[in-house]
């Protein structure tokens, strides 16, 4: 499969992108490890006048440590590279999750977290497509999947969008507007056709850890048909702070994505001020999971929403308690 | 617009006419160095994987020009001479190849696995070449043959 033609810059620098991005109009992608892009330049369900390739930008490849913990991760850096960091577990597990080991060598923090959302109905070829009255996301005004919708249901698959928000993690946007810190929930629009609350002339720059309190735990966990190349069906994230006593729930944060429209923060602040008991957990992911609003199947037409409901109700649940024993057991990550 | 793209691959350089467009794949094919196969063309099936900078990545989703002055290794780079490399090796002797399609993408991703840690478990390899498809499904001999060629990387090291 050809690529279509296209002009090619590679900049140096953040503000030089920022001034190709801005002077483009929303007609430039930004090339980062490409394993999305160029599918979908090849499938012809992206276009792009210009690509910019920010591969070659310092900034975005530097991490900085503080007392030997990560606090912040440029957005260029790969998925390999972030495998091998000091970060919480959480992320690391995340991150070990995503795709296949060629893809994690080319694939970047930043354009995990920039998936586009995924619908099986919706992501094939042109021949296919030819002759069919396009679905919202190939911008016409019907879903095949769910004819009654009245938008497009496409599901957010990003491993590590669940993560980084479980995390509290913050992205750092620089635009010819100037710089600005989101938390990374503030990303995402509950839009399958149009997933980013970013424009295209924006650029991420790099992601903030915040350092963890002691006695703090962190858990990811997938599901997904093949164990390696597949995206999620329900991936989870959860992460535990424990008071001074070493048992109590301080702080709880979860949030889980793979079969709805919006990486959703969900409610876990039930926990806070409890120790782990098997009915405390029960009752939390209940009321999390009944938060959830739409479960979509169209990341996997052949999974019924009622597994995927129960199943993200199991991953919470184990996320949940995999955190607290790492909470508990004094490692801190 | 053609423009002049210079690679270095299997340690000679080449200066190739192209295009932005042109991925790592299509220009090393047109160099001859077909090993390199293109199947999916989307990153799903490994098919097209060589070495840049000894790390494997897909040729197909890869842009020639980003892959300018860094070492491009492919499948015909691996033997010396006449001297089939280890991996190879070990690949034909265990009957780890059917119809060959995947052969090239599977031993470039062995080479780099075996590279890093000679001796891999069986996990490990699973992890290392879960992103290769085999139509022919000989995923048990070829994980076999990653196994003995780190035997036989591992006892060419102690010598």
């Given amino acids: ?333 | 617009m053609k423009q002049v793209i210079t690679l270095k691959i299997n340690g000679n350089a080449y200066e190739i006419a192209g295009e932005p467009r042109d991925t790592l794949l299509e220009i090393v094919r047109q160099l001859g160095f077909k090993g390199a196969k293109e199947a999916c063309g989307l990153g799903e099936c490994g098919a097209c994987t060589v070495l840049v900078a000894g790390v494997p990545v897909l040729a197909c989703l890869t842009l020639a020009i980003e892959a300018e002055g860094k070492e491009i290794t492919t499948v015909e780079g691996m033997a010396a001479g006449q001297e089939l490399h280890p991996v190879q090796q070990a690949f034909v002797e265990q009957g780890a190849i059917q119809c060959g399609f995947c052969t090239p993408g599977m031993i470039m991703a062995a080479k780099s696995l075996l590279d890093d840690n000679p001796d891999p478990a069986a996990a490990d390899i699973d992890q290392a070449l879960g992103g290769h498809l085999c139509r022919c499904t000989g995923y048990v001999k070829i994980r076999k043959a990653v196994q003995a060629a780190g035997e036989i990387l591992r006892s060419a090291k102690e010598r």
């Fill in chain 1, 1 to 333: 499969m050809r690529l279509p033609a296209f002009a090619y810059a590679s900049p140096k620098t953040v503000e030089e992108t920022v001034r190709l991005l801005a002077q483009a109009e929303g007609k430039a992608k930004i090339l980062a490890g490409g394993t999305d892009l160029l599918p979908g330049l090849k499938r012809r369900s992206i276009t792009a006048e210009l690509v910019v390739n920010i591969k070659g930008i310092g900034d975005l490849q530097e991490v900085e440590s503080r007392n030997g913990e990560c606090i912040t991760v440029g957005a260029a850096v790969s998925l390999r590279r972030l495998q091998g960091l000091a970060l919480p577990r959480a992320a690391l597990q995340a991150a070990s999750r995503i795709a296949a080991a060629e893809l994690r060598n080319m694939g970047t923090i930043g354009g995990n977290l920039m998936l586009d959302n995924r619908c099986w109905y919706c992501d094939r070829s042109r021949q296919w497509w030819r002759g069919k009255d396009p679905c919202f996301k190939r911008g016409g005004v019907q879903c095949y999947v769910f004819p009654s919708g009245s938008q497009c249901r496409a599901a957010a698959v990003s491993d590590l969008a669940p993560t980084l928000m479980a995390l509290g993690v913050e992205a750092e946007i620089v635009s010819a507007a100037g710089r600005r810190r989101v938390p990374v929930q503030d990303l995402y629009r509950a839009d399958g056709a149009c997933p980013h609350a970013l424009d295209g002339e924006a650029l991420i720059m790099r992601f903030h850890f915040p350092l963890l309190p002691a006695g703090s735990g962190t858990a990811f966990l997938k599901v997904a048909k093949r164990q390696t190349l597949d995206f999620a069906l329900v991936n989870a994230a959860a992460r535990i702070s424990l008071a001074d006593d070493g048992v109590t729930c301080k702080e709880a944060a979860a949030a889980l994505s793979g079969s709805v429209v919006l990486p959703t923060v969900v409610p876990v602040g039930r926990l806070v001020g409890k120790q782990i008991a098997p009915a405390i957990l029960d009752e939390a992911v209940a009321e999390a999971v009944k938060e959830i609003g739409f479960i979509t199947p169209a990341a996997a037409l052949d999974v019924p929403a009622g597994y995927r409901r129960q199943t993200a109700a199991v991953l919470l649940r184990r996320c949940l308690e995999e955190a607290w024993a790492e909470a508990g057991s004094g490692v801190t990550q």
